[in-house]
């Protein structure tokens, strides 16, 4: 039985959905996994975990800045564990855009940092445009616009593929 943290950060709920299916699919397989969101990590005490995975969200075109830090600060500790970083967003939607070496967000993020993760994964998200704001929801459905996505304001429309997040919960269980 190994013992797998899953820090993560979120914006509007997506990828904290994303963990705790994660959560469901690796505890199936008898281990043990502790999901943390960002904004607790410096309670955590690293050294017990066995594995890591850590998961954001893009937003305007990033991850969240905490998660840079928490990588950077931690990277003795995620070079001698077996990890995993998966990204969510709404490029992704393209199924092309969910290979990771064709996803810009995810390689610009990598290229920032000197941690190459041992595996990594795209998920594309969700639009909800009723929940956001005016400027958010202007800017997303601009940006959806551009891209020949969903432009209608009252559109939710979930692109999370599940049976991707089982199949990486499976990956992380046997890593
Ligand atoms: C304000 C805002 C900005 C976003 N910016 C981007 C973006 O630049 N590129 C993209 O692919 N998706 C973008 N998205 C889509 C999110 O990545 C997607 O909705 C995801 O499911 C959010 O996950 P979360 O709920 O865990 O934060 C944006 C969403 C919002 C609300």
């Not at 190994?2 to 959905?17: F, M």
């Not at 928490?70 to 855009?97: D, G, M």
């Not at 959806?144 to 499976?170: H, S």
Request: charged share 25%.
């Amino acid at each position: 039985m190994a013992n797998i943290l899953i820090i993560y950060s979120t914006t509007d709920g997506q990828t904290r959905d994303i963990c705790l299916k994660l959560q469901e699919i690796i505890e199936q397989q008898q281990h043990q996994v502790t999901i943390v969101p960002i904004q607790d990590e410096s309670d955590l005490e690293l050294t017990g975990f066995d594995k890591i995975v850590i998961g954001a969200s893009v937003r305007y075109g990033k991850h969240s800045p905490k998660i840079v830090d928490f990588i950077e600060k931690n990277q003795l500790f995620l070079e001698s564990t077996p990890n995993a970083f998966f990204s969510v967003n709404l490029v992704a939607r393209k199924p092309e855009k969910r290979n990771p070496e064709n996803n810009p967000y995810l390689q610009k993020f990598l290229k920032q940092l000197s941690w190459t993760p041992n595996k990594l994964v795209v998920f594309a998200g969700k639009v909800d445009y009723p929940s956001y704001g005016i400027l958010d929801r202007s800017m997303i459905r601009l940006i959806m616009w551009m891209t020949k996505g969903p432009t209608d304001p009252k559109a939710v429309i979930e692109y999370t593929d599940w049976n991707q997040v089982e199949d990486f919960g499976r990956i992380i269980g046997k890593m």
